[in-house]
């Protein structure tokens, strides 16, 4: 069994056997794990968003129902009844209102308001048995969720950010949402959606849209503001940081203060101060995002550091360094001490804060003034900055963690920079430019190269493939299909015919979502259930009929007309 609550499928709660897959007599067989805990056999079966955190669960001979932290079993419930009493009280919620605010409390929290005389709170005894406590004020308007063990004390659910005020609460930090999901900054009044796209489900499948720009909701007062996104009844403007930058850079000016002035003349001599206008605009940046995970932005962040180290690569094969490149500090190839404190005459980098940014920003200023002193080589290397700064400016960030580089919302170990580093070069601010006005079929793209071609079974026979003569526009699907079927042949092949279509349509499909075609903004996913097709079936001579029976279905659903749009598409 199965529940979930709100718009995100991770608000769920699910009961089943389950494990990994394993071959047992000839099959294909999912087998729960099974593990030994103070002499008693428990088993795997259960999985839980409790308050946000995800937790895998055990249940033992007796029905005792347990969560494994680390290596230490922790117990959950006493039985699956105490569980879905407790679950229970959530929905309970949901009837009085459709969206909470949620804050995680410590014990000492709430020992004042439970001991309160004139406050009383009310045990909700049914949900209260075991290792798990409800109380909720005379009120109802604050819910607490009281839980023994380590960990999260007790998780406050509240009507209105005010109504924490009944658990002598000041500050209003690290407030979430139940059951949507978002982050409430109070002193700023707004709330911030991270990731949030419009969703449909199909056949228990979450799809998303590609409009991957990150949602605020301005003067956010009253936590049922958010629900209203939801269901659909109330639009909200979308902050777009790309967006907003690259129309306003080029009206930027840049104040002679910042700078020393003799810089200011060579930067300009050398057209060059577009770099210059990046660091100012750092400098200035106010509530800079850190951890950025819309694949559109982190989409940019990757074009821009692999032309960073595309920039590297060029510059240590005719200057041989000493160091990982990943780590790069040219001072020696330059032949100057090293990286002196040049903040005195350039007041601009005093202003940011000591993050990765402020550094670049440094870098960048020091070797252009050692370029502009007349040094050759440090000429080529503040020019190597750029991308990073742009990518700064577009409030993205890279970070390191256990050893691997991440940026973008991936990690790689450094030792495979050379592998990302790209190949040829770009002009950084127009691709950036193409990319964010071709969001959607970027992401296509991407979702085409995630299916694994070279793992497709089928008997491939080769056909003829010519580029299409209607168009020559950069983003042209069959421009793009062409370099995709050169990397990837079974594309070309006949037994491939199905995919090939599949995959047209889709960048078409695309390309009019980022037109703000009418029809396509309506159903902007209406391609996605046929490439997870592709991506999850490897018999190829299953394609057809698969996609067959995915028009049925849709036909029945209904789902915002996908059929009907799909039958026009095909005609």
């Known amino acids: 069994m199965s529940y979930s609550f709100g718009g995100e499928i991770d608000n769920s709660f699910c009961i089943d056997l389950w494990g990994d897959l394993a071959h047992r007599d000839g099959e294909e067989r999912r087998l729960p794990r099974v593990l030994n805990h103070e ?3 428990v088993v795997a079966c259960f999985h839980v968003m409790d308050d946000r955190l995800s937790k895998a669960g055990y249940i033992d001979e007796d029905g005792k129902l347990y969560t494994l932290h680390y290596t230490t079993f922790q117990v959950f419930a006493e039985n699956i009844e105490e569980l879905l009493e407790g679950e229970s009280v959530k929905y309970s919620l949901l009837q009085e209102k459709k969206q909470w605010v949620v804050k995680w409390i410590e014990k000492s929290d709430i020992t004042s308001w439970l001991s309160s005389i004139e406050q009383k709170p009310i045990l909700i005894e049914q949900a209260s048995q075991g290792y798990k406590k409800w109380w909720k004020s005379q009120d109802g308007r604050l819910y607490v969720h009281v839980r023994n063990g380590s960990g999260i004390y007790a998780v406050a659910y509240a009507m209105e950010v005010a109504d924490f005020t009944q658990l002598g609460l000041s500050s209003y930090l690290i407030l979430r949402g139940f059951p949507f999901d978002c982050s409430y900054q109070y002193d700023r009044e707004r709330a911030e959606v991270k990731n949030t796209m419009e969703m449909f489900h199909f056949q228990s499948r979450l799809y998303k849209t590609c409009d991957y720009s990150r949602i605020t909701v301005p003067q956010v007062k009253e936590a049922q503001d958010i629900y209203l996104y939801v269901t659909g009844k109330k639009n909200y403007k979308r902050e777009q940081p790309i967006e907003d930058f690259l129309l306003k850079f080029p ?43 819309t694949s559109a932005e982190n989409n940019a962040d990757h074009l821009l550091f692999n032309e960073y180290l595309r920039r590297i690569h060029v510059f240590i094969e005719t200057h041989p360094m000493n160091v990982h490149p990943l780590y790069f500090h040219p001072y020696r190839a330059v032949g100057v001490p090293v990286e002196l404190d040049i903040t005195e005459k350039n007041t601009v980098v005093t202003r940011m804060r000591d993050n990765n940014a402020r550094t670049v920003s440094k870098l960048t200023v020091y070797y252009m003034t050692c370029a502009k002193e007349g040094n050759e080589i440090a000429a080529h290397i503040y020019r190597i900055y750029e991308p990073m700064l742009l990518l700064y400016a577009l409030g993205g960030s890279i970070r390191l963690d256990h050893g691997l580089i991440e940026v973008g919302g991936s990690a790689f170990h450094p030792s495979s920079w050379q592998a990302r580093a790209g190949k040829d070069p770009i002009d950084v601010y127009q691709r950036i430019a193409d990319a964010w006005k071709n969001r959607n079929v970027e992401y296509a793209i991407d979702q085409i190269k995630r299916v694994k071609w070279d793992k497709k079974i089928g008997n491939t026979l080769e056909r003829g493939f010519g580029k299409s003569n209607r168009n020559n526009e950069a983003f042209h699907s069959e421009h793009i299909l062409s370099k995709l079927s050169h990397d990837y042949p079974l594309l070309q092949s006949d037994e491939g015919a199905i995919a090939y279509s599949i995959c047209q349509r889709y960048l078409e499909w695309a ?18 259930p046929f490439i997870e097709m592709l991506y999850e079936e490897d018999q190829i001579e299953k394609w057809e009929s698969k996609a067959m029976n995915l028009i049925r279905l849709m036909e029945q659903e209904s789902i915002e007309k996908y059929a009907e749009v799909l039958r026009k598409k095909n005609d």
């Open 39 to 41: 002499g008693q056999t």
């Open 251 to 293: 009206e930027l000016v840049l104040p002679i203060e910042d700078f020393d002035h003799s810089l200011l003349e060579f930067a300009l001599c050398n057209g060059d101060e577009r770099i210059l206008k990046l660091i100012t605009y750092i400098a200035k940046m106010a509530n800079h995002h850190d951890h950025r995970s």
């Open 511 to 528: 390309q009019l979502v980022d037109r703000k075609h009418s029809v396509a903004t309506k159903s902007p996913c209406l391609y996605e």
